[in-house]
């Protein structure tokens, strides 16, 4: 399974291998102490590099490599969750203002759930990775659509509903 990947998808499965669980921590552990910072310090460039080698699969006019996908343009999506969570974390470091802080934890909180969803989506509806049969292109597209609907509309209603509601460790 792993031995036919390219190299830049080889870099995007371990960057995001290790962006996942710290993803996770950071949105289950208390947020503002020094554990959450460092963890966010790997997390990021772990996106970033997750993300851009995604996005270098896709050379247009290229037969030798990957067709741009949904994929593709979810990626771009993720690097601006990723990079305006990092804005509004700034602005809060330097203002203090609470929707700063609030703008930080959703576009965070989003990024990691665009991670999640990619993730999910592609171990249960590519057959590289042998879970599901290989799927004709219209149950493709349904399986990976309904699988992301449901994850994104759980993972909403948590970032929504539990996330925001946590106390502000930094009052």
Not at 57 to 81: D, E, I, Q
Not at 105 to 127: C, I, T
Not at 156 to 165: E, Q, V
Request: aromatic share 10%; with cysteine.
């Amino acid at each position: 399974m792993l031995a036919n990947l390219p190299p830049l998808l080889l870099a995007h499965l371990a960057a995001a291998l290790l962006a996942l669980p710290l993803g996770f921590y950071q949105l289950v552990a208390p947020q503002g102490t020094p554990g959450h910072a460092l963890a966010g310090r790997i997390y990021v460039p772990a996106m970033l590099v997750c993300n851009l080698a995604a996005l270098a699969t896709f050379v247009p006019g290229s037969k030798r490599t990957l067709a741009l996908s949904p994929f593709h343009v979810l990626a771009l999506v993720s690097l601006y969750s990723l990079g305006t969570g990092m804005l509004a974390l700034r602005r809060w470091l330097r203002d203090r203002q609470p929707a700063d802080l609030k703008a930080h934890k959703v576009q965070m909180a989003y990024s990691w759930l665009g991670l999640l969803m990619a993730g999910v989506s592609q171990v249960l509806v590519n057959d590289r990775f042998g879970i599901a049969p290989a799927f004709e292109p219209v149950r493709f597209w349904t399986s990976f659509a309904i699988i992301n609907l449901a994850l994104y509309a759980v993972g909403s209603w948590w970032i929504f509903g539990r996330l925001l509601a946590r106390p502000d460790p930094t009052r």
